[in-house]
Every structure is written in structure tokens, then in C-alpha cells.
């Protein structure tokens, strides 16, 4: 970039820097945003593909996750990740339709092609692409029903369609049963929910049907020494955040020991202020102890004297869990531990689970934290197992939160599309064109939807458009028959977060994307003197993803 001065060129960016503007770089970015979109299509929806991610150390990630796909991508060209951060806030946000949100966002940026081409300006387009998100959300608020904590039906339903296509196919209903309750079991007296409080262990081993859900804590250790009780009913729990061991001194201190009494007297000084401690936590009547720093090997011989069943290096996480479920107080002291600090629990007992002992705190009084534990044929199963699960449970609690609903299959871009094409005719001038664009790009869900089924794109979408013309709103697509159903009454739902999430990041990307007229890279002096982390492929340094011919979806799939 150099201007010219009195025949001197003068030179504005550093040499190497690279710069590409206007048009060829609105074009670059649309064509990696399209890319990235085109990488998650095919995981749409109940009769999606997975993807096999294998990174550099060889290890394998097989899901249907989109954000998960995303995050394992390592992209290159900026625009596409900025199409990353897309799903990442839909995952952070609501957990579930981070495909959704990026096939929407890709196809939106496809249709602006169309009207750049007319000589529509990007300003325009912009304003457009916001009254129509804006529209959207009033349009999505009125197809929206209610739902409450209790309705245990459409809650099932929610966490089924959430985990559908995602490995869990055969067992989903009793899946979605136990993401139900764990999600209800965990709901604080205001209504929210906070998913943090319901622990999912994986355990490979047995099959999906084998998991199963724990009405209390299962912590992943064992108890510390063999001849402590395996089994503890109506347990007593202490939780202490303090090592029982000999603390040492802060400063450097220097003991003199000129005879072996003295130092047989101070070694028995240790051992008794040891028994002490551990008498001082078997008087509260604690007949179970979770410790989440060390324990000296000695008291851990005096603990199992006084039957008290001990985990150490308990996680913090966990503590706070076990706070929750067992109703008790985490000490930070073990001279001020009083039987009031204790929480009850019907049975404390460590078992094997596949090949690990694990503990399992169960039988709470009124558990607000609960465990999940799943189980599969192979690592892979379980992994995806847990992505499904975590998804069923952010939504579920979404659901409870937010306590609205809609029909999933497609059935609201449908409607959503009719909507807008009657609104665009009341705006006129050119941001009616951008208004009918975003219409259009809402329509990609269900295509896509019929397109990974192996259904004809064009016959699903005229079939669905004339049954939402009839006034059916939550007609959507059947991916077993094909044909239109109403989801409300199959039971094809979603909370209305997701849709509005996804719509809303979707537009406020493609609409960023789309306001970029220029690309400057600066040189980081990598390999070949190209700009640091753009790989060439184009003239303007954009690579990234294969140069301006060849950017399709080639370097992804």
C-alpha cells in the first residue's frame, strides 16, 4: 500500500504486509464463512452424519456435535472464525442448535452474494438483515407455547429431540427420562437451574441402557485404607477443607535434639496431636470424612480405628456438590468442626463401576445435586454420549427457564419465511430485497433437513409451505415418512432460546461479515515471508481455506 508524492512512493504498511479491499474481499470472507457452514450441513437434524476429527497427536473425535466439530477444526482464515465463535455462543448460551446457527449465518451470506451482484450496498443489506432478525423474534414469540417445570411430557420431549442423531438413537426415551429429573431434582426455588449441579461420569463398560442416575454425589475415588467400612448407612458427613496432617512451620525453625528421648518425645508430640485431630472429627459423630486436601498416613490408621469411612483429594468442585446434596458445611478448620457442619446421607458405599471403585453418596434428604452415570461399548460411544446428554440437560433447563417452547422439523423457518415475505412487501424500497434474502436463507433448516434424510429438497418445501399456508403452524417434516406432520403433536420441541439465539448471532455475524471491505494483514515473518497464520492461496493472502477458485468446502471434508 503506497501512495505516490511528488514522483516518491511513500509506503503506509510494513513491507510483506498484505492488503485486500472492496469486493474480492467481501467475497474471500462470504467464501469462507460458506465453507465452514458447509463443513457442519450434513450433521443436521435426526438422519445427520457424523464427522471423524483426528487431530495431530492421532487422537479420534467422532460426533454430531457442531460446536464440537468447530472447536476440533483447526481454521485458519479469520471470517471463518469468526462462523466459530458463532456456534461457540450458542453452545455457551443455550447448549444446543449451534449447527443451526451456523448454516444460517452461511446461508445468509450466500443470499447477500445475490444483491451485492445487483449493486446493492452492504449498508443496506445490513439494515435489512436487522429489521428481518428483529421481526423474527416478535414472529417466534407468538408461535411460542408454555411449559412449566412439572410438565414432565413436554420436557421428555425437549430433551429427546435435543439428543436425537446423536448416537443415542435406541435408548433415548430413558435418556431423556433421566435428564428430566436429574434437571428437576437440581431446580433452586426461583426456578433457575444451574447444570453445574448434576455431575455426568463416563464409564466405558456395558451399554447405553446400563446408565443410570444417582439421587445424591458419586465421587471418582475410592475410600483411603482397606479396613475402613465399605458401606455406611445413615451417614454422618463431615467436609473438610484442611489437610489432617502436622502443619509446617512458616518460617524456618530449628530443633536441637541432643538425645534419643528427646526425639522419641517429639515424635509421639506428632502422633498424639494427630489422634486429636481425627478425635476431634469422630466426636461430632461423622461416621464418613471428605477431605479435600492430604491425610497423614497415621491418622489415616486412626480414622480407620474409628470406622470412619475417608476419600481424600476430593476435588472442589465436588465439595461443593456434596455441600449441596448432603445438606453439610465445608470447614476450613478442623478446630472448629461441630456435629452442626455434618451432612446426612441414607448410604455412603464404594462400589466397582466397570473397572474403577468409585464412592456413591445416595439416599439424600433433598438432593440439589445429583450424578449421571453413563455407560457404553467404546470411548467413542461413551464421548458422544456425554456431548447428547449435556446437551438434553442444557435445554431441559433452558425449557424450565425460560418456559417457552417451539415446534422443532423446520416448522418454525417455514413460518418464519411466510412471515417475512408479507412484512418486506410493507417496507419497500431496497431493504425489502435484503428482507426477502433473509426470508429465503431461513428455509435452508428444513432443506437441510430433507437433504440429509435423502429426501427431494424441492418437493419437502413446497409441501411444507402449502400446509403453513393453510394456517397449520407447526407443520414440519416427518423424517420417517417425509411427508409434513404437526410436531406439536408428535412431540417435536424446542425451547424458544435456541431458535431466537440462533437466529439473532447468525444475523448479527453474516451482518458483520458482510461490513468488511477490507483485509489488511500484517507480516509476522512465518515460513516463506507469507502474513502470520493466513497461508497463501490468493493474492490478498486470504487463504485459509483454499484461494478464491478453489474455495469450496475442500479443505474440510
Request: charged share 25%; with cysteine; aromatic share 2%.
Amino acid at each position: 500500500m503506497a501512495g505516490q508524492f511528488g514522483g516518491t512512493p511513500i509506503f503506509v504498511l510494513r513491507e510483506g504486509s498484505q492488503r485486500t479491499a472492496g469486493r474480492e474481499a467481501q467475497r474471500s470472507n462470504i467464501m469462507a464463512a460458506k465453507a465452514v457452514a458447509g463443513a457442519v450441513r450434513t450433521t443436521l437434524g435426526p438422519k445427520g452424519m457424523d464427522k471423524m476429527m483426528v487431530d495431530t497427536l492421532g487422537d479420534v473425535v467422532v460426533t454430531n456435535d457442531g460446536v464440537t466439530i468447530l472447536k476440533e477444526m483447526d481454521i485458519e482464515h479469520p471470517a471463518a472464525k469468526m462462523m466459530v465463535e458463532i456456534a461457540k455462543t450458542q453452545d455457551t448460551e443455550v447448549g444446543d442448535g449451534t449447527t443451526t446457527a451456523v448454516i444460517l449465518a452461511g446461508e445468509l451470506l450466500k443470499q447477500s452474494e445475490d444483491l451485492l451482484d445487483q449493486d446493492i450496498h452492504p449498508t443496506v443489506i445490513a439494515a435489512g438483515y436487522r429489521a428481518a432478525a428483529d421481526k423474527s423474534m416478535e414472529i417466534l414469540q407468538s408461535l411460542a407455547i408454555d411449559v412449566t417445570a412439572d410438565d414432565d411430557e413436554l420436557l421428555k420431549n425437549i430433551a429427546i429431540t435435543a439428543m436425537t442423531g446423536k448416537g443415542s438413537q435406541s435408548s433415548r426415551k430413558s435418556l431423556a427420562d433421566i435428564a428430566v429429573r436429574s434437571v428437576q431434582a437440581v431446580m433452586d426455588e426461583d426456578g433457575s437451574v444451574d447444570i453445574d449441579n448434576i455431575t455426568v461420569e463416563k464409564k466405558v463398560g456395558g451399554s447405553i441402557a446400563d446408565t443410570k442416575i444417582v439421587q445424591g454425589v458419586v465421587i471418582d475415588k475410592d475410600r483411603l485404607h482397606p479396613s475402613m467400612p465399605k458401606k455406611v448407612t445413615g451417614a454422618r458427613i463431615a467436609l473438610l477443607n484442611a489437610a489432617v496432617e502436622i502443619e509446617k512451620t512458616e518460617i524456618d525453625a530449628k530443633i536441637q535434639i541432643t538425645s534419643p528421648h528427646q526425639l522419641q518425645a517429639f515424635l509421639d508430640q506428632e502422633e498424639k496431636m494427630l489422634k486429636e485431630m481425627v478425635d476431634r472429627i469422630s466426636a461430632t459423630g461423622a461416621n464418613v470424612l471428605f477431605v479435600q486436601k492430604g491425610i497423614d498416613d497415621l491418622a489415616q490408621h486412626y480414622l480407620a480405628k474409628a470406622g470412619i469411612y475417608t476419600v481424600r483429594r476430593v476435588k472442589k468442585s465436588d465439595m461443593e456438590k456434596l455441600a449441596r446434596a448432603t445438606g453439610g458445611r465445608v470447614v476450613t478448620s478442623i478446630h472448629e468442626i461441630s456435629k452442626d457442619d455434618l451432612g446426612a446421607a441414607g448410604l455412603v458405599e464404594e462400589r466397582k463401576v466397570s473397572d474403577e471403585k468409585m464412592t456413591f453418596v445416595e439416599e439424600c434428604n433433598n438432593p440439589k445435586s445429583v450424578s449421571i452415570i453413563l455407560h457404553g461399548g467404546t470411548e467413542h460411544v461413551v464421548d458422544e454420549l456425554d456431548r447428547a446428554m449435556e446437551d438434553a440437560l442444557r435445554v431441559v433447563g433452558v425449557a424450565i427457564e425460560n418456559k417457552s417452547l417451539v415446534a422443532g422439523g423446520g416448522a418454525p423457518e417455514i413460518e418464519l419465511a411466510l412471515r417475512l415475505r408479507a412484512y418486506a412487501s410493507t417496507v419497500g424500497g431496497r431493504e425489502q430485497l435484503a428482507i426477502e434474502s433473509f426470508a429465503d436463507a431461513m428455509e435452508i433448516i428444513p432443506k437441510t433437513l430433507a437433504e440429509n434424510a435423502g429426501l427431494d429438497q424441492i418437493d419437502t418445501l413446497v409441501s411444507l409451505r402449502s400446509q403453513h399456508e393453510k394456517g397449520i403452524k407447526s407443520s414440519g417434516l416427518d423424517m420417517e415418512a417425509g411427508k409434513p406432520v404437526d410436531m406439536m403433536e408428535v412431540g417435536v420441541l424446542e425451547p424458544l432460546k435456541v431458535k431466537t439465539q440462533a437466529i439473532s448471532s447468525a444475523a448479527e455475524a453474516a451482518v458483520m461479515i458482510l461490513r468488511i471491505d477490507d483485509v489488511i494483514a500484517s507480516r509476522s515473518g512465518g515460513p516463506d515471508g507469507m502474513p502470520g497464520g493466513m497461508p497463501g492461496g490468493m493474492p490478498g493472502g486470504m487463504g485459509g481455506m483454499g484461494g478464491m477458485g478453489g474455495m469450496g468446502g475442500a479443505d474440510f471434508e
